[in-house]
């Protein structure tokens, strides 16, 4: 398991023990996370799934693919440092991860 933090735009963390070799939204969706709806369930194909981390985790978990660069173009609040949840597996190297959840999904 580990720690993630899910972090809504009015402030409201939610800690949760995710599970290894899962993805981020997986961990989001288990715990009743608000605002990551998972339309298409992790196949990279709604982007309800979007979150913004903050440049130093961006950084260390790699730049998006082209078909989740696709999916982010046209995604609301778009950041430099967005990421579809679903695309991101939950390893230790992510333990305390805080996670951003964009306001327009809430
Ligand atoms: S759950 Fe649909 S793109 Fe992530």
């Known amino acids: 398991m580990t720690k993630v933090t899910f972090v809504e735009a009015n402030g409201t ?20 996370v608000p605002g990551i709806d998972a339309d298409c369930g992790g196949q990279c194909l709604c982007a309800t799934c979007h979150v913004i981390l903050d440049e130093q985790w961006y950084s260390k978990l790699g730049t998006p ?5 696709q999916m982010l173009a046209p995604t609301p609040e778009r950041s430099p ?3 579809l949840s679903c695309q991101i597996q939950v390893t230790d190297e992510l333990e305390g991860i805080k996670v951003i959840l964009p306001e327009f999904q809430m």
Do not use: C, F, K, P
């Open 65 to 69: 693919d082209a078909d989740e660069e």
């Open 81 to 83: 440092t967005s990421r």
């Open 13 to 32: 963390e939610h800690d949760v023990d995710a599970r290894n070799n899962r993805s981020l939204m997986q961990a989001a969706v288990q715990n009743g």
